[in-house]
């Protein structure tokens, strides 16, 4: 498989070398058709990297170093891919070779601690990230260091962590939701329901965090929805989410109330209210 617009300009390259005359010798239009290949070729990695089917991208990243078992690059690619697919233990017998290869960077490991965190292997991860530089400064490590943290309730650096690794991205929506889930967790609700209002200012769309900002409120007896961006289904979710909170509290009628509202709300059948407020009632 070739990406077309990939594939016309290699096509076009080939037609424009061709037509050089004699001033070229045939191994220079040979490297610098490798050298198109290699453009292609790159693209087409980023291109089943980041989009499609990750199963697809599997199966290519296989072939591709099968055919080519010296190419670091395309081993990292078919990890990437098996993770993307949900097959991160596959993962992780890559990564280990990977990260034993003379030509392994500091990120390989990061991903290897990445791949343990989501077999839940916590000790694996942890020993892993201590391996990488105290140097090696980048998002996705302190990502990790904060959620190692988070799981041996060492709060203190888990906050610290979340905050270095907000700083160092332009999207830090998903890990200001992490942030504040385990603010969450802590039972520290204020504190939560502040950083849930601060990954929405950067993704309005994220449903998590509208989600986990109704919780944190709710913990609180704050039993109004937040202004936030929401559709209409969103917003009767939310409202049934809040209602299921206020019941656990034992702010019943509340909850009664909630689910009524979440019932008339939503623009469908809304199946799970309903059954909801029938038990209470029952």
């Known amino acids: 498989m070739r990406h077309p617009v990939l594939s016309a300009l290699l096509t076009g390259s080939v037609m424009t070398l061709s037509a050089c005359g004699n001033g070229r010798s045939d191994a220079d239009v040979q490297r610098a058709v490798q050298s198109v290949n290699v453009v292609d070729e790159s693209n087409l990695n980023d291109l089943y990297l980041t989009a499609g089917d990750p199963n ?76 990488i530089p105290p140097t090696h400064e980048t998002f996705d490590r302190y990502r990790l260091e904060a959620m190692v943290a988070d799981s041996k309730q060492n709060w203190t650096k888990a906050d610290s962590f979340y905050e270095i690794a907000a700083g160092l991205t332009t999207k830090p929506a998903g890990v200001l939701n992490n942030w504040g889930f385990s603010k969450l967790s802590r039972q520290d609700y204020a504190g939560a329901e502040k950083l849930f209002v601060q990954a929405l200012t950067y993704d309005p ?5 509208k989600n986990n900002l109704v919780l944190a409120r709710a ?33 019943v009628s509340v909850g009664k109330a909630l689910l009524g509202e979440a019932i008339e709300t939503h623009p469908q059948h809304f199946e799970a209210a309903t059954r909801s407020l029938a038990a209470l009632e029952g």
């Open 56 to 131: 697809e991208a599997v199966a290519y990243f296989q072939r591709a170093s099968s055919e080519n078992p010296d190419r670091i690059d395309l081993k990292r690619g078919l990890a990437k891919s098996l993770i993307r697919a949900g097959k991160p233990t596959e993962a992780i017998a890559i990564l280990t070779a990977i990260t034993q290869s003379p030509e392994a960077v500091p990120d390989d490991k990061v991903d290897l601690a990445d791949a343990f965190i989501r077999t839940n292997e916590w000790d694996r991860a942890e020993a892993t990230l201590a391996e």
């Open 205 to 209: 769309s994220l449903f998590t965090a």
């Open 219 to 251: 913990a609180q007896h704050k039993y109004d929805l937040p202004v936030v961006q929401m559709t209409q289904i969103e917003r009767a979710e939310l409202l049934y989410t809040m209602a299921l909170a206020a019941i656990k509290q034992g702010d």
